[in-house]
């Protein structure tokens, strides 16, 4: 853990919007995917968004259903970035979220420390 730098969590007003990033780390193995995850108080941690890096016809996405059309993730320029646009933000959003990264959405080898998020009313 901790081998991923997560950045861009913070306090954000209901309704707001906040992007988190993430860098990934020179590796062994090629990343071909990267995600999201969030863990909120008294719940399990959860995938939120996740990204399969492909050329044709474009990259994959997947978000959970509590997110769908609020969040976007998003690959960067390289393949060892990405970033997650957070819009029309609720309470319940308000979670440690956390980056992996690995060569597949199955295996993810990299994780960072997580990053908090906090939706005030």
């Known amino acids: 853990q901790g081998q991923l730098v997560e950045s861009g969590g913070g306090l954000v007003q209901a309704g707001g919007s906040l992007t988190l990033s993430c860098a990934a780390p020179?590796?062994?193995?090629?990343?071909?995917?990267m995600a999201w995850y969030r863990q909120a108080p008294g719940k399990q941690r959860e995938l939120v968004a996740s990204?399969?890096?492909?050329?044709?016809?474009?990259?994959?996405?997947y978000y959970e259903d509590a997110v769908k059309g609020r969040f976007t993730i998003t690959r960067g320029s390289g393949r060892n970035t990405v970033s997650l646009e957070m819009k029309n933000m609720r309470t319940e959003d308000s979670a440690v979220y956390y980056c992996?990264?690995?060569?597949?959405?199955?295996?993810?080898?990299?994780w960072g420390q997580g990053t908090q998020v906090t939706v005030s009313s």
């Open positions: 020179a590796s062994n193995f090629r990343i071909n995917a």
């Open positions: 992996a990264a690995g060569p597949s959405t199955l295996r993810m080898v990299y």
């Open positions: 990204i399969m890096f492909v050329d044709k016809p474009g990259d994959r996405k």
